[in-house]
């Protein structure tokens, strides 16, 4: 099951990370001052991942 943990880190920020279903970190969050923040932008991407593009940037355009 895919999950997001909220946590603390050693600055006492609170950070998230977004799990896979076999427990490895697909992706982590920048620090916030505020839980609140952190949750919003979880929902926030929630609320918009299924329009995302992909922008490959290691294509060459000449």
Request: charged share 25%; proline share 0%.
């Amino acid at each position: 099951m895919y999950k997001f943990e909220v946590y603390k880190d050693k600055a006492g920020e609170f950070r998230f990370r977004f799990k896979a279903s076999n427990g490895e970190t697909m992706f982590a969050s920048e620090g916030y001052k505020a839980k609140a923040s952190a949750l919003h932008a979880i929902e926030s991407i929630k609320a918009h991942v299924g329009g995302a593009t992909i922008d490959d940037q290691t294509t060459a355009t000449a």
